[in-house]
């Protein structure tokens, strides 16, 4: 079946550095590929999305690109903040006609940024 | 638009009660989801509902487990009998429709702690 995997955390970056979380996903279609974020105490947001290969999805500085070559859609910053402490979800969603609509996520990534 | 929300928030129940919770999707969107995220994972879907129909359930979703969306509105998940291993983050999602540009607006969740 369908499913995402994304790297193990939790990943500690110093302020301003460059972020890159990986995920990899596979699919029996052409699915649709976004980054959620939980913030601490908070519900899940939808951080960016990308609908077909090879666009990109760009959000707060954020950027990940939906490569159908090699089944990936790597989430990253150039310059972190402390702000963006959180928990990153990738996730994919089915497309095809008569699918469920609903989303299969990673296990999740802890961002922790250090002043 | 209020967003999606949940009530309550927090629950905690000793083992063999039954629970409820409630889910208020964004008005006008037709499509409903039921998701479990337990400590360290990503969410895992559970079942869906399309207006007031029950389109589908995960196979996580036991004989125990129950969902409504009477009148196509809000929507109710009843868990009968709890057992620790029901102990998660329950989240509520709603989306417009299933495919397309349409997302998934999550609300905060209820966490359930069986005691």
């Known amino acids: 079946g369908d499913s995402v995997t994304q790297m193990e955390g939790p990943v500690t970056l110093s302020e301003e550095a460059f972020l890159t979380i990986n995920c990899t996903y596979t699919?029996?279609?052409?699915?649709?590929l976004f980054w959620y974020v939980q913030y601490p105490g908070e519900g899940l947001q939808l951080l960016l999305k990308?609908?077909?290969?090879?666009d990109k999805g760009s959000n707060k500085g954020f950027e990940a690109t939906y490569r159908k070559e090699t089944t990936s859609f790597h989430l990253e910053k150039g310059s972190v903040q402390v702000s963006d402490s959180a928990v990153y979800f990738c996730?994919?969603?089915?497309?095809?006609?008569?699918?469920?609509?609903?989303?299969?996520f990673g296990k999740g990534t802890k961002l922790s940024v250090k002043p | 638009d209020t967003g999606v929300s949940q009530d309550p928030r927090h629950k905690i129940t000793k083992r063999g009660q039954n629970v409820t919770f409630r889910c208020d999707p964004i008005?006008?969107?037709?499509?409903l989801y039921w998701y479990r995220q337990t400590l360290g994972q990503g969410p895992e879907f559970l079942t869906y509902?399309?207006?007031?129909?029950?389109?589908?359930k995960s196979r996580l979703l036991s004989d125990r487990f129950s969902a409504e969306r009477p009148k196509g509105s809000f929507s109710t998940l009843e868990i009968q009998r709890t057992e620790q291993g029901d102990s998660a983050m329950y989240l509520c999602?709603?989306?417009?429709?299933?495919?397309?540009?349409?997302?998934?607006?999550f609300g905060p969740g209820t966490r359930l702690t069986v005691t």
């Open positions: 509902f399309q207006n007031e129909a029950q389109l589908e």
């Open positions: 008005s006008e969107h037709n499509r």
């Open positions: 990308a609908t077909k290969a090879d």
């Open positions: 996730a994919l969603r089915e497309n095809y006609g008569g699918s469920q609509g609903n989303l299969i």
């Open positions: 999602a709603s989306s417009l429709s299933a495919g397309g540009s349409n997302e998934q607006y």
């Open positions: 699919a029996t279609g052409y699915p649709s």
